[in-house]
C-alpha cells in the first residue's frame, strides 16, 4: 500500500485533500503554494482524484511549498500480459525545473510501486526532453508505441521480476 504522504531526502508527496482539489478546480490559490501553482496540467489532474485513494494525485513539496504534482491515473489494474499496472504523471512549476525534484519524487514513487509488485508506465511528447530524461534516470525504458496524441508509452520493469 502506498502511504498517504511519501518523503524523500527533500520532498515530501502528500494526497490531495478535499480542499486541495477545490481549490485547484477553482484555480484558486492555497497559502504555500508556489505563485504559479495549480497549472493547466494539475487542474486535469484534479478530475482523477478519488477520496482517500492512495493511487490519485499528490503535491511535490520542496520545504513548505508546493512545487507541482505527480500521481498515478487511477489504481493498477491488469495489462495484457496480466501483470497489475498503472501510469503515472507529473509536473512543476518552470521555476522548479533542472533541480531533479521531478526525478527523486518519481523514484520515491516507483520504488513503492516495485514494493507493490505493480510496473509503471508513463506517456510523454517525444519532444519533452526533460521528462523523456527524467523517466529514462528512473527506469522507463521500454517503448510500448504511442498514443492517438501522439505521445511515447514508456514503461518500467518491475525491478524484481523484470516484467
Known amino acids: 500500500m502506498i502511504p498517504v504522504v511519501v518523503s524523500t531526502e527533500r520532498l ?6 478535499a480542499e ?3 481549490a485547484i478546480r477553482a484555480r484558486v490559490r ?8 495549480p497549472r493547466e496540467d494539475d487542474v486535469d489532474a484534479a478530475s482523477l482524484w478519488r477520496e482517500g485513494d492512495p493511487w490519485g494525485p499528490r503535491s511535490i513539496v520542496r520545504g513548505v511549498t508546493t512545487l507541482g504534482s505527480i500521481g498515478f491515473f487511477g489504481p493498477p489494474e491488469p495489462a495484457a ?3 497489475a499496472e498503472t501510469e503515472v504523471g507529473y509536473g512543476l ?3 522548479a525545473w533542472g533541480w531533479g525534484f521531478a526525478t527523486e519524487a518519481l523514484r520515491a514513487l516507483v520504488g513503492l510501486t516495485d514494493a507493490a509488485g505493480v510496473r509503471v508506465r508513463a506517456s510523454v511528447l517525444p519532444d519533452n526532453a526533460r521528462s523523456v530524461k527524467v523517466l529514462a534516470k528512473c527506469g522507463f525504458t521500454r517503448l510500448r ?3 492517438e496524441d501522439g505521445e511515447l508509452v514508456m ?3 518491475l525491478a524484481q521480476s523484470g516484467s
Do not use: I, Y
Not at 12 to 17: A, C, D, N
Not at 30 to 37: I, K
Open 145 to 147: 508505441g504511442t498514443t
Open 81 to 83: 500480459d496480466g501483470v
Open 93 to 95: 512549476v518552470r521555476e
Open 12 to 17: 515530501t508527496l502528500p494526497l490531495w485533500t
Open 20 to 22: 486541495d482539489v477545490a
Open 155 to 157: 514503461v518500467r520493469s
Open 30 to 37: 492555497r497559502p504555500g503554494w508556489h505563485a504559479d501553482f
